[in-house]
């Protein structure tokens, strides 16, 4: 029965239920943590099986004659650059591989484009001034933060079964020079676990931006992280940049952070030709390369790009089992009451769950009371302002399948004890 | 005999004779790099001694419980923070470790103070403003580099026995309140090999800046890099700026790139409470984090600091017979000349060489016609312009000592022919 139709007897009856099971659940004295995208223990031993016998140590020159120990290598070595380049969909030439962290390397470019601008052609972004960025929303809170912290203006833009609401995006770049660039996660973006659409690509790439300097931070984060089976996106982002004249719209970040180790991963950034030599140019002022002992493990750890599938879908193994009892269990507690939606991503890190509007906040902290620790509300939109506070990210891959059982449970309790209590606010 | 009180025809003889050995060495094919400062293949190997059989993987949690292979620990981790504090001179709670290259970790420091300025009182040092930057030369030229990126007025201050000129620089903050900040090497100081004395610490510490966001970027690359022994600053820049009532004015750098593998060691800064902390409220939004697998791995190689001295021991041990052939070669075929000078440095990777003023750049020309380079005439100077046309920095580390004898020989016959010229010329 929808909660929605329910009299305020039948709610008051249920609500004192809700009270009684989280009172209950309070007893338990919960102590658990669902708020970040982490890999857990098995995915990182899995990991450990892989790396713990890569010799880089009785010979370090990789295969075309860099001692990896030294110095030198700015773009990072070839070989890895060729085995990772599936990941960006570039070809090694227009690759750079970074140290650990790929939101550095986004953090990195987004600076460059605010002291140096663009080209050398486009004047700096600047500091003080006023820049647009796009967000598509709910999206990662943590893409959203850098541009913040540089001051820009947050605009939100819907996010769809497709990707980002391209009419929006279209109309907003059109006419307003400032509006500078977009966010965007191609592939099980988080938390929705949405694939952009051949047309969502293609309308990126062709539209007609206002700003010559309009860029997307395409962070291609999980391209590899399925849950069923591996896919290539059918349309290739700079490829089809280039074929519609803008081949230096957009900068392609993704990391083997959720491949290999969190902690110490390989950063990669692919773009046009052209912004990869700019950028190479201010990297050798920048930096003396990038820990490329680490680039030798990862090379030699796996031989080709099917090594990294078949440890892909062991991760997958274990990953897939934690999505479905997240399913099952939002499925048995919430279906047919009317008051929550979630996606069912095929991969990457989150289920994006949806409540009745006005009830997401309240929901996480009625959780939060009994020792489940959830997303904070509203994280996923620019500012951690959701318009409707409806959205929570799901982050099921941390914790061991019994804690999230109740974390999940725990979660439906709270949530439809937020919605009794709004309801009961309305009908009042 | 002086060469300058030759008289032409015996200029004109040696002149021949230079021309001919000037000539043989071309005949050798030579092919020698002498432009970086880079480990050579020995010291690198000495490294894979200690790292080789450092087990990360059976156990990758630290001693407080972090396991390094997840995301976490913005500083680094805290034992390596402990274990690494002498190189900075900090308490372990103001250092935070950085990935595998300091100079990135100054650049990004310079961009936050362009960006976001010093602090929440001080505006940014702004994009297109005019910023002047005290560069003490003959000095690091990829010090130089970023501030030039960045578009400051790099104003040069000439280096002593003790340290920068401090009259001069005490006489550029005192009136100028875009003079914003001052680039230092404290110890054996690149390329002269100079260690600041305690009065140069001192008046850095205590002087009147007009600005109040004046910073010194104090890279101390070579703490325990000594060639004979070690020995501390006998004045810590941290506490001193602290004494002066000026803590949040000295970030010091540091890095493990020299101690164990260039291309894969740890950065590290260190600096006031005040500025560790916003430093860090930035970086919890740039990045997920630093390598902390490859903190464990430095961790665990050395149990304590005096592990790490006796490593430094013996890569003294490699490099000692270097520096010293060079001092002979360099004694043998130029004292008395009265051409040039250069200094005997105690540690570090560099020996400064002063030649015949407006013979520098023309020595390194035909030494490079010969196959053998040197780093740029002038590069030590902002802007590769030294205005004396007289400094060559020589940097004895990466060739073995063969090939380290005969570029020196080879430098020797190029700058007397070079003053021979000169002398020619200016007797004309």
Chains 1, 2 share one sequence.
């Not at 206002?210 to 395409?218: K, M, Y």
């Not at 990862?298 to 090594?307: E, P, T």
């Amino acid at each position: 029965m929808l909660l929605s139709e329910m009299n305020n007897t039948q709610l008051c009856k249920m609500k004192d239920e809700l009270l009684q099971q989280v009172n209950a659940y309070g007893n338990m004295k919960l102590n658990l943590n669902m708020t970040r995208g982490k890999p857990c223990k098995k995915q990182l031993d899995l990991t450990t099986e892989v790396l713990k016998d890569v010799d880089i140590y009785t010979n370090s020159v990789d295969e075309y004659g860099v001692d990896c120990r030294n110095y030198g290598e700015l773009y990072g070595i070839k070989g890895l650059r060729i085995l990772l380049a599936p990941l960006v969909g570039a070809s090694e030439d227009r690759i750079i591989l970074g140290g650990s962290s790929s939101l550095n390397m986004m953090y990195d470019v987004m600076m460059k484009m605010v002291v140096f601008g663009a080209d050398e052609h486009s004047a700096p972004w600047g500091t003080g001034k006023k820049v647009k960025f796009l967000c598509p929303s709910p999206g990662y809170d943590r893409h959203f933060a850098i541009t913040e912290l540089l001051g820009f203006d947050l605009i939100p833009v819907d996010m769809t079964d497709s990707g980002p609401d391209m009419d929006q995006v279209e109309a907003l770049v059109a006419n307003d020079p400032s509006v500078k660039g977009i966010w965007c996660i191609p592939v099980y973006s988080n938390p929705t676990g949405v694939i952009y659409s051949e047309d969502t690509i293609k309308r990126l790439a062709w539209m007609k931006t206002t700003a010559e300097d309009f860029r997307i931070f395409c962070d291609n984060a999980y391209p590899v992280h399925f849950l069923d089976q591996y896919d290539t996106l059918s349309v290739n982002i700079l490829d089809e940049c280039e074929k519609a004249g803008n081949p230096d719209r957009t900068f392609v970040f993704s990391s083997t952070s959720k491949i290999t180790y969190p902690g110490s991963g390989i950063a990669i950034l692919a773009s046009s030709k052209r912004n990869i030599l700019s950028y190479n140019k201010m990297l050798s002022k920048q930096t003396i390369g990038p820990n490329k002992m680490n680039q030798l493990l990862h090379l030699r750890a796996f031989k080709s790009f099917n090594d990294i599938l078949v440890h892909m879908e062991r991760q997958a193994a274990i990953l897939r089992p934690k999505f479905d009892i997240v399913d099952q269990i939002l499925r048995r507690e919430l279906e047919g009451l009317g008051i929550a939606e979630w996606t069912h991503p095929t991969g990457g890190y989150f289920i994006s769950f949806d409540c009745m509007e006005g009830c997401a906040k309240r929901t996480v902290e009625i959780a939060k009371n009994v020792g489940v620790e959830f997303t904070a509300a509203g994280a996923t939109y620019p500012y951690g302002k959701d318009p409707l506070d409806r959205n929570i990210r799901i982050a099921p891959t941390l914790p061991p399948v019994e804690e999230l059982k109740t974390a999940i449970q725990v979660l439906c309790t709270c949530v439809k004890l937020a919605g009794v209590e709004k309801l009961l606010e309305t009908n009042h």
